[in-house]
Structures are given as C-alpha cells and as structure tokens.
C-alpha cells in the first residue's frame, strides 16, 4: 500500500521508525551482549522483541492492521506476506530461526522449557539483516520540478535485491541506529554489535567463531505439574500453557 503524503502520514511514519524500528535495533544490540554474557533466556527475548518491532514497524509503514499480533512472530510474518503489494525477500534459514523463536522466547518466566544450540546469534544477525531492509518506506513516489511523478517502489526493491549479491555490511538504511553506532568508534554499544557480526560492521568478513552458548532448562511446572493449580492462586499464566501442565498432571494422576 503506497503511503501518502500527507502530515498525518509523515508523523504515522515517523512512529513506525522511531517506535519499532530504532528500539527494534537497540533490543537486537542487547540481544547480542546477552549471548557474549551467556544469559540465554534474556538472548531469546530480546532476540524476540527486535524480530517483533521489525515486523511491526513494516505492517505500520504499510497500514496493515495488526493489533491481534501481540507477540506472535508467525502471525505478524503471516499479515506481512497475505497483504503486501511487494514480496519480501526472506530465505529458509531465517524463517526457522522465527519460528524457533515463536515457541523458545516466551521462557523469560522459565514457564515453558527452551534450548539454544550454540549458532543462534549467527541465525539473528542474519534474520535481522533481511527483515530490517523493508523497515523504511520504499512505496512511496517523488514529484520532480517539471512535475513528473515517479514511482519508487520498483527502484527501492531493486536495490534491495541487489544488496543479497554484494557484501551484507554494505547496505545501509540511512540514519539508522545501527548504522549511527557502528559509525561512532566511542559509542558504548557498538563492540557488541560488530562483535562476531558477519552483516553488520565496517568491512567484510568472511567468518566469524563467537564462542558458543549451549544451554537447555526445564520449566519447574514441566517438572512438577502437581505444583500448577497452587501456583495459580499466585501468578498468571497463558491459557495454553496453564492447560498443557495441566493435561500432563493429569497423565500423571491416572
């Protein structure tokens, strides 16, 4: 859907940037110290919450409607690909890193047990490369001083598709904050976002050997499921995990 240009569309654009797609980057920073610093549960979140505010920042510059998403990775991807006028660009590995996420990132309570393997910050810096292309506005037209209109569009996914054939840290979104902080050699952040970072950094690089966080835990409800209906008296859980320890507890009784 092409944005208009209207006062109100600007200030809807510029929410969309500044609300979702700029703490988008700094949510994907933390992410990434968190796995130097081997906290895996807040990895995952965080990991999470910047894929989330990518995907809203591109339903919102488009005007899609999203406010049943909530949380979900998958219906957000899903509204995207149903009702964008242009295809985003999006390879397997990083649609199971998504879906991976969908169902390992709600652990920031431990209410459900997760994993990590080890090559996940590697799976995120790629799945944020792709994603954060599209978090501008690229549908948009241009009136030129002899009023001819152009259409933008064709233009910005071409320079989008050519991106994938030339070194990842080349393409930049301009006035990003990622770009801002690798830019800057004092800022604070910036070693933990070129950190191991094959997408993101002032050159290229061919590889990359972070040192691996392995890690799995269980929920303590998935290890005693007789704990839950006290545990509700106390603390709220979603309906679908209250009702899965609950068929497990039940198991367990029969």
Avoid at 117 to 141: P, S
Avoid at 232 to 252: C, F, G, M, T
């Amino acid at each position: 859907m092409r944005t208009g240009t209207s006062a109100m569309d600007y200030l809807i654009n510029d929410f969309a940037i500044r609300s979702f797609r700029e703490t988008g980057d700094y949510d994907y920073i933390a992410a990434r110290a968190a796995y130097r610093l081997r906290l895996p549960t807040q990895f995952l979140w965080l990991s999470h919450q910047a894929i989330e505010k990518y995907f809203k920042c591109i339903l919102l510059l488009n005007r899609i409607p999203a406010k049943h998403v909530k949380h979900d990775l998958l219906k957000s991807l899903e509204l995207i690909e149903k009702n964008l006028s242009f295809k985003v660009s999006l390879n397997e590995t990083s649609r199971k890193f998504i879906k991976y996420l969908n169902s390992q990132a709600q652990c920031r309570y431990l209410d459900i047990p997760f994993y990590i393997m080890g090559i996940e910050i590697a799976q995120l810096d790629m799945t944020v490369w792709h994603i954060r292309r599209y978090c501008k506005n690229i549908d948009y037209e241009i009136r030129l001083p002899d009023d001819r209109v152009i259409k933008m569009l064709e233009h910005e996914l071409s320079a989008i598709e050519e991106s994938e054939k030339r070194p990842y840290h080349l393409f930049k979104v301009i006035g990003g904050v990622l770009e801002n902080i690798i830019n800057d050699k004092n800022h604070p952040a910036r070693r933990s976002l070129v950190w191991h970072n094959l997408f993101f950094g002032k050159r290229k690089r061919n590889k990359v050997t972070p040192n691996t966080l392995s890690y799995a835990a269980n929920s303590p409800l998935y290890l005693h499921p007789e704990i839950l209906d006290e545990v509700l008296k106390y603390v709220y859980l979603p309906k679908p995990v209250a009702e899965e320890y609950r068929k497990i507890s039940n198991k367990q009784k029969a």
